[in-house]
């Protein structure tokens, strides 16, 4: 069994930074690609950046130069540092993880946090 768990979100000013974290833990060979998504009250969930087992990033228009994704492949865990945050960045982030839960398996399967809740707000 495969639990992905985030951690980070809270109530923050316009301007401020957060860091969210998120690790992957249980029945784990290995992890592929990770990435952050959101969802804000009334949207669908979009992606809001990636990144690749050996460290290639990708980001939404929307955060680039203001979010930087990376991970900890000792500890399975990915990281979103979140700066000059914007109230449009209010959302539940969701982390995304795409596991190989054993070796006699060949491909990679998505597992779903239950996300952390961001709010930027005066």
């Known amino acids: 069994q495969v639990q992905v768990v985030e951690s980070g979100g809270s109530l923050v000013q316009p301007g401020r930074s957060l860091r969210l974290s998120c690790t992957a833990s249980?029945?784990?060979?290995?992890?592929?690609?990770m990435a952050w998504y959101r969802q804000a009250p009334g949207k669908e969930r979009e992606f809001v950046a990636g990144?690749?087992?050996?460290?290639?990033?990708n980001y939404a228009d929307s955060v680039k130069g203001r979010f930087t994704i990376s991970r900890d492949n000792a500890k399975d865990t990915v990281y979103l540092q979140m700066n000059s945050l914007k109230p449009e960045d209010t959302a539940l982030y969701y982390c995304?993880?795409?596991?190989?839960?054993?070796?006699?398996?060949?491909?990679?399967?998505?597992?779903w946090g239950q996300g952390t809740q961001v709010t930027v707000s005066s």
């Open positions: 249980g029945s784990i060979f290995s992890i592929n690609n």
């Open positions: 990144i690749t087992s050996g460290g290639g990033t």
């Open positions: 995304n993880a795409q596991i190989r839960v054993r070796a006699s398996e060949y491909s990679f399967s998505p597992f």
